[in-house]
Each structure stands twice: as structure tokens, then as C-alpha cells.
């Protein structure tokens, strides 16, 4: 299974940004998908989670409320909707893959390469 993620850039602090996450070789609609960061100096952190349908999601403490995830299932395609972006969002964002299909406290089966994500402040 191949991930590529997508849609990073640089905002100001206040602006959005959606990422897309593309995947490829596997049975996209059976797993659950994730979003991760990591910024320099800092261990990788959640983000957000969703399971195969798209029934649950679930969000880390500091981006509640800011940010959305998604995903088409058509498409084989994840995203992450952020807005009120702030520099502390500042990191690499990586989306992942877990075949139990979850998409939250299991482990990961597939990770993609991340996509840079600036906000300047």
C-alpha cells in the first residue's frame, strides 16, 4: 500500500488548508486512516482518525474543533480540513493506514511521506 500525502504549504497564522491523502494498492475502504505530525524536536503527535465508513472520527486534544477529517472512499482519498490554523501547527503531517480498519488505538500497518505544513505567525 503506497500513501502520498498532499496540499501542505504555507498559511498565516489564521488561515486553512486541506490535505489530501492518496492511497494506492490496497483495499482502501476496509482501513482506517489517520493523520499524524511532527515537528522539529518533537516526538510524532495524533492528529485525527477515522474508521472505514467514516461512522467515528476522532481528534487530538490541541486541534479539536479546528480541525475536520474525512474521506471518499471512490476516491481512495483521506483528508484533513484545518482552519484556525496557529504556528504551533507548524510540522510535517503524515497520514497512515491501519488494516483493522478502526482507524484509532491500533497499530499502524502503512505510513505515508509527509507533507510539510508552515504557519507563519
Known amino acids: 500500500v503506497q500513501l502520498q500525502a498532499s496540499g501542505g504549504g504555507l498559511v498565516q497564522a489564521g488561515g486553512s488548508l486541506r490535505l489530501s491523502c492518496s492511497a494506492s494498492g490496497g483495499t482502501f475502504s476496509t482501513y482506517g486512516m489517520g493523520w499524524f505530525r511532527q515537528a522539529p524536536g518533537k516526538e510524532r503527535e495524533f492528529v485525527a482518525a477515522?474508521?472505514?465508513?467514516?461512522?467515528?472520527?476522532y481528534y487530538g486534544d490541541s486541534v479539536k474543533g479546528r480541525f475536520t477529517i474525512s474521506r471518499d472512499n471512490a476516491k481512495n482519498t483521506v483528508y484533513l480540513q484545518m482552519v484556525s490554523l496557529k504556528p504551533e501547527d507548524t510540522a510535517v503531517y503524515y497520514c497512515a493506514a491501519d488494516r483493522s480498519g478502526y482507524g484509532y488505538g491500533q497499530p499502524i500497518d502503512y505510513w505515508g511521506r509527509g507533507t510539510q505544513v508552515t504557519v507563519s505567525s
Open positions: 477515522i474508521s472505514w465508513s467514516g461512522g467515528r472520527t
